[in-house]
């Protein structure tokens, strides 16, 4: 992979494209810290990309503190842009920037979802988020920064907390009393599933490419979420439980990842082997 700085490294995508690539730098400060952001930024040397992957994630975290989401998440962003500005403007070598964004910047689709696609974030996160890549596409276009903008689609993984839909299954099957009935609203829906370590491959191709523009970071691979239910209780060996799933929209945020084949880079999930993974943890 090319040199590398990172922001985000203590989360789940960070530490694990840490193990894949070491960066040559890692922003350990608080990304609302303008000052610092920038004397960070001005003291990096012969790095080719800033993978910026700090946020403020969770749904239920961001529901309850929108103001810090936004002043991380779109903050902290228009932190790196303008400091990588600056930079452009006294004609210094410029790092190209990942942006770390979700597909949750989408309106739900019945079908799978191409970059062109209406962006209407149906949650406080994906707001966050949508904001931050109108400022990158801003600074990209106003003072031609070099930006990449990676819509992460679903993913889990073994550190994963609970705060997520897999981990949640996990622990809510897990604590079940024996020949409980749970009632799951809310799985109707379809999603796109990816392994972390596909996330972080996924990047450092994109990084080696330099990719610029908006690009889909998925499977393209339907999965109802009432049926990932069943396969978790399945592979838990809970067949004493029964399920209720009310009725409900049967929303999809599914990747067109055709742009992604296109640049050489293919990404399969096989949904039972990320269960099991997922089941040893």
Known sequence: MTSYALTGSTGLLGTALAQVSKPENVYTGDVRDADNVSRWIQGLKNVDAIIHLAALVPKQIVD????????????????????????????????????????????????????????????????????????????????????????????????????YFLPAMFKKIREAENGATLRVPGVQGYRDFLRVSQICETIVALSEKRYEGSINIGTGQAHKLSDLVLKVAKRLRRDDLKFEFPAGPAEALVADNKLLKELGVSVQCEIDDLIDEMATA
């Not at 779109?74 to 210094?92: A, D, F, H, P």
């Not at 979802?113 to 949508?130: C, H, N, Q, V, W």
């Open 64 to 163: 309850l503190e929108p103001e810090k989401a936004f002043e991380i998440n779109v903050g902290g962003t228009i932190n790196i842009l303008e400091s990588l500005r600056r930079m452009k403007s006294l004609e210094q070598r410029t790092p190209w920037l990942f942006y770390a964004s979700t597909s949750h910047v989408y309106a739900p689709s019945p079908g799978p979802i191409d970059e062109s696609a209406a962006r209407d974030p149906f949650t406080l996160y994906g707001l966050t988020k949508l904001q931050g890549e109108q400022w990158c596409e801003a600074y990209a276009r106003d003072f031609n920064i070099s930006v990449c903008i990676g819509r992460i689609f679903s993913f889990s993984g073994q550190r994963q907390p609970d705060f």
